[in-house]
């Protein structure tokens, strides 16, 4: 099982808005509505930021969003600010016989 | 609030088998509602599912890692444990224990730890 497609860069100015993109099969992304997005800072854990496609856990700020068309899904970071500039994964789960969690390559974004 | 975390070797020679711990605390590890996963990031890349063990006892693994992976859950010591055998230098990662809530979307993670796989 590959793992989902990030871009392996992006970057924005403050303020403005950037979407990161995560593409998989119809096995993973666009059969299960279990994807998940993970900031991770330097030497850190990974933090959840997005699950179930949409959902955000409690204290994540709402410029975080989630979407998914197809075999597709997406993190838009809304305001960007300093502290985004991070590491963000996605994941997904794959269903069928041998069911199990993947990742995508990670996308770096950088605050101009 | 939950915390988790990661101890065993630092350091694993080739061929043998990595056995790490990752102890819970502030809540039960025998909630029925609780899964937990391993996860490791090699140094410089990404994110690597290793595999997951759900309340029932339940595990799902990597395929990649399947042959060679062993989870399991220890409520009385409330401890989540991972066995890798054969390891190969490819193994060298930081490893993560995690709740995994559902899915594979995993609100609290442990801090970490780095094995390295060297004679």
């Known amino acids: 099982q590959s793992a989902l497609t990030q871009p392996p860069s992006a970057s924005g100015s403050p303020g403005q808005s950037v979407t990161i993109s995560c593409t998989g099969t119809?096995?993973?992304?666009?059969?299960?509505?279990?994807v998940s997005w993970y900031q991770q800072l330097p030497g850190k854990a990974p933090k959840l930021l997005i699950y179930d496609v949409t959902k955000r856990p409690s204290g994540v700020p709402d410029r975080f969003s989630g979407s998914k068309s197809g075999n597709s899904a997406s993190l838009t970071v809304s305001g960007l600010q300093a502290e985004d500039e991070a590491d963000y994964y996605c994941?997904?789960?794959?269903?069928?016989?041998?069911?199990?969690?993947?990742f995508g390559g990670g996308t770096k974004l950088t605050v101009l | 609030q939950l915390q988790l975390q990661e101890s065993g070797p630092g350091v694993v020679r080739p061929s043998e088998t990595l056995s790490l711990t990752c102890t819970i605390s502030?809540?039960?590890?025998?909630?029925?509602?609780?899964?937990w996963a391993w996860i490791r990031q090699p140094p410089g890349k990404g994110l690597e599912w290793i595999g997951s063990?759900?309340?029932?006892?339940?595990?799902f693994y990597n395929p990649s890692l399947r042959s060679r992976v062993t989870i399991s859950v220890d409520t009385s010591r409330s401890q989540l444990s991972l066995k890798l055998t054969s390891v190969t230098a490819a193994d060298t990662a930081v490893y993560f224990c995690a709740r995994d809530q559902n899915g594979g979307s995993c609100p609290d993670w442990g801090q970490g730890t780095l094995v390295t796989v060297s004679s």
């Open positions: 063990i759900v309340y029932s006892g339940g595990t």
């Open positions: 502030g809540d039960s590890v025998n909630r029925r509602n609780y899964n």
């Open positions: 994941s997904s789960y794959v269903g069928a016989n041998n069911a199990h969690v993947i």
């Open positions: 119809s096995s993973d992304v666009g059969g299960y509505n279990y």
